[in-house]
Nanobody
Framework: VQLVESGGGLVQAGGSLTLSCAAS????????IAWWRQAPGKEREGVSA????????FYADSVKGRFTISSDNAKNTVYLQMDSLKPEDSGRYYC?????????????????????WGQGTQVTVPS
């Protein structure tokens, strides 16, 4: 199983970045893919998730209206388009995969819901 993030970098406040998560080694269509982030000295927090089989999406309140999650199922890749970036969006962004039941919906309450994790990509928005 592999989850490989890319696309991080340094961007000025108000700018945009698109992160990518390339997945392999598991049945992509049966999973939800989520983005989590962790800033220095803070707990990891869920940012957004997508159910691959039905395209259902979920966003943390802090990023609603600014971030967009999407998937390219032919490429087994999930994207996170981040617009209107703020300094508080800085951190290491991880993608994670967890089994998905469309009837149960999506959640970002608990990391243990996600079985596989990537190594992360750094996003820095200077203040």
């Amino acid at each position: 199983v592999q989850l490989v993030e890319s696309g991080g970098g340094l961007v000025q406040a108000g700018g945009s970045l698109t992160l990518s998560c390339a997945a392999s080694g598991f049945p992509f269509d049966d999973y939800a893919i989520a983005w989590w982030r962790q800033a220095p000295g803070k707990e990891r927090e869920g940012v957004s998730a997508i159910g691959i089989s039905d395209g259902n999406t979920f966003y943390a309140d802090s990023v609603k209206g600014r971030f967009t999650i999407s998937s390219d199922n032919a490429k087994n890749t999930v994207y996170l388009q981040m617009d209107s970036l703020k300094p508080e969006d800085s951190g290491r962004y991880y993608c994670a995969a967890g089994s998905y039941n469309p009837r149960a919906g999506l959640g970002l309450d608990d990391e243990v819901e996600y079985d596989y994790w990537g190594q992360g990509t750094q996003v820095t928005v200077p203040s």
